[in-house]
């Protein structure tokens, strides 16, 4: 930050990257609402041949890791989605210029708050997309967790376009 800059300053920028977490933790609550109105736990609606629609509860983390972990572990993603949120934050006012490397952040920063959102709100994230093959289901996820894996997967591809640009260049 140059000495004409205010601290605020940093914030103007990455108000773009955090509109998108906006975005994402809109269309991830909607969607949860939505769930939550028309189905009770369990419930389902097939779709396709390998595609439903159901409710289901995960205390859990991804996977359903912790999920029977006898409640502590609300808290703990809990916390854990609030140090994402402000490492988050301070790493999009220092590179707000960084497009890819913004936008898979802000991805994680969206899906992280949605999924906090509901851990505080019901204690449980609420997942409502089953894929399936016969009888072998990925585990139920949601918006969030769509964003979140968005997120991951550009950034590792920043990082192995940003080495190339840097091998590149060394030369």
């Known amino acids: 930050m140059s000495n004409t800059q205010t601290p605020s300053a940093g914030f103007g920028r990455i108000w773009p990257w955090l509109l998108w977490a906006l975005v994402i933790i809109g269309i991830d609550q909607v ?55 402000v490492l988050i934050v301070w790493q999009l006012r220092k590179n707000p210029n960084e497009k890819m490397f913004c936008l898979s952040l802000s991805s994680i920063l969206g899906g992280a708050i949605g999924n906090v959102i509901d851990r ?43 080495a190339k640009r840097a091998k590149a260049q060394a030369k």
């Open 31 to 85: 969607t949860k609402q939505i769930i939550l109105a028309y189905y009770q736990y369990g419930d389902w609606t097939p779709i396709t041949g390998f595609f439903n629609i159901v409710r289901a509860h995960n205390t859990g983390a991804a996977f359903s890791f912790l999920a029977d972990g006898g409640g502590w572990q609300r808290w703990f993603f809990v916390g854990i989605g609030v140090v994402a949120t």
């Open 120 to 162: 505080l709100q019901h204690g449980y994230v609420v997942d409502f997309l089953d894929f399936y093959w016969g009888t072998s289901h990925f585990p139920a996820f949601n918006v969030a967790d769509m964003a979140i894996s968005l997120g991951a997967a550009l950034l590792i591809l920043d990082e192995v376009l940003r």
